[in-house]
């Protein structure tokens, strides 16, 4: 990084740029919040089941990847699940 | 062969109409029989902005209730007599009229002309189904704007699961002296983000406002507005023309600026 990079402000054109992609992602998914609010909450529920996590921690966002065939991106489901006990509870 | 093409945006105010009338008259220009259907019933607008708005008799929801034949409410225009506007009702709304019947007018009008051009209402409701039933291919219009391109990609979304045969983006209203100091999406940006052919790349240009203020589409004059429309119509009908270079300071003074700088 050039030393002038640190005291060039990111231009709003750029800012634009990266708003629309994450927008378009969602949009194109045609996920409601509403939705990814219900998807979350059920995530919690099964996880929870077997180990304690941290549901205020927990981030889900569809976001694009690789497809691996190699032929452009997919849409993908990240969830970051914050772990707070990894208990074992015995297997019946 | 003659072509349907709609133009569409999902926003208002990015430039549907200017750029209908723009193309339509570039077209004519070419010598192709063109005409031009304002469907955004309910709020006519393209009749104003061609100069035509006062000899209209009969409008589209007359010819589609058999109330007059197509032949009779079609305007020719004062300039090009190949060139054709089929304006909108003022007095009825959008379900006025049915994609069948849009369908069944645009196949009458495909005998007589070259083109057909549709200008679509905004919004994505029955004014844009209507729109779309006879079209053949599309040219969405956006300009570099997070809100416009958010609704020129859903309009894309719609038009793919519709099966539209082609689709070619304009972007309206770039500023490159925005665009040069970071505050405007620049152009690869926007096709990056929307991922479909490009056609055209309109400057903002005050002549715009000018034109339509004398209700004279500037397409082929010497604004960079005009030779912008004048090169999309060109492309339309099958030319390879290069993107023209919108940072290009206009008469001698601009062209002397840039020996000095050198």
Same mark, same amino acid.
Not at chain 1, 27 to 39: A, K, L, Q, T, V
Not at chain 2, 123 to 133: D, L, M, S
């Given at each position: ?30 996920? @409601? ?15 929870? !089941?077997? #180990?304690?996590?941290? &549901? ?10 690789? @497809? ?15 772990? !707070?006990? #990894?208990?074992?509870? &015995?297997?019946? | ?6 133009i569409t945006s999902?926003?208002?105010?990015v430039g549907k109409t200017?750029t209908t ?98 200008d679509c ?20 219009v ?121």
């Open positions: 990084m050039k030393l002038m990079d640190f005291f060039r402000k990111k231009g709003s054109g750029e800012v634009a740029k990266d708003r629309l992609k994450f927008i378009l992602v969602s949009d194109r998914s045609n996920c @409601s919040p509403e939705i990814m609010e219900m998807i979350k909450n059920d995530i919690i529920e099964v996880i929870s !089941k077997y #180990m304690d996590i941290d &549901p205020q921690g927990l981030d889900i966002q569809i976001t694009e990847t690789e @497809s691996e065939g190699g032929n452009g991106t997919v849409p993908a489901l990240f969830a970051n699940i914050p772990i !707070k006990d #990894m208990k074992h509870r &015995p297997l019946r | 062969m003659s072509e349907v093409i709609v999902g926003k208002g105010g200017t009338a723009n193309v339509g008259m570039g077209l004519a220009m070419l010598n192709k029989k063109v005409v031009m259907i304002d469907t955004d019933i309910g709020l006519r607008n393209l009749d104003v902005v061609l100069g035509l708005e006062n000899r209209i008799v009969y409008n589209l929801v007359d010819v589609v209730e058999g109330k007059c034949r197509l032949k009779q409410a079609l305007i020719k225009h004062k300039k090009y007599p190949e060139l054709c506007l089929l304006p909108s009702a003022q007095t009825r709304d959008k379900d006025a009229v049915t994609p069948e019947q849009m369908i069944e007018l645009v196949n009458e009008l495909r005998e007589e002309f070259d083109y057909v051009l549709l209402p905004a919004g994505i409701e029955q004014g844009f189904k209507n729109a779309v039933a006879g079209a053949d291919r599309a040219l969405v956006t300009t570099p704007e997070v809100s416009a391109i958010r609704d020129a990609d859903r309009i894309v979304g719609l038009l793919e699961a519709g099966e539209m045969k082609r689709i070619d983006l304009i972007i309206n209203r770039i500023r490159m002296d925005m665009v040069k100091r970071g505050d405007m999406l620049k152009v690869e940006d926007v096709c990056d983000i929307l991922s479909i052919n490009l056609i055209g790349v309109v400057p903002d240009d005050e002549q715009i406002v000018v034109a339509t203020n004398q209700g004279e589409p500037l397409v082929g004059g010497s604004s960079l507005a005009g030779q912008a429309y004048y090169n999309i119509c060109n492309r339309i009908v099958g030319e390879e023309v290069p993107f023209m270079d919108l940072d290009a300071k206009k008469g001698l003074f601009g062209k002397l600026k840039d020996i000095f700088k050198k």
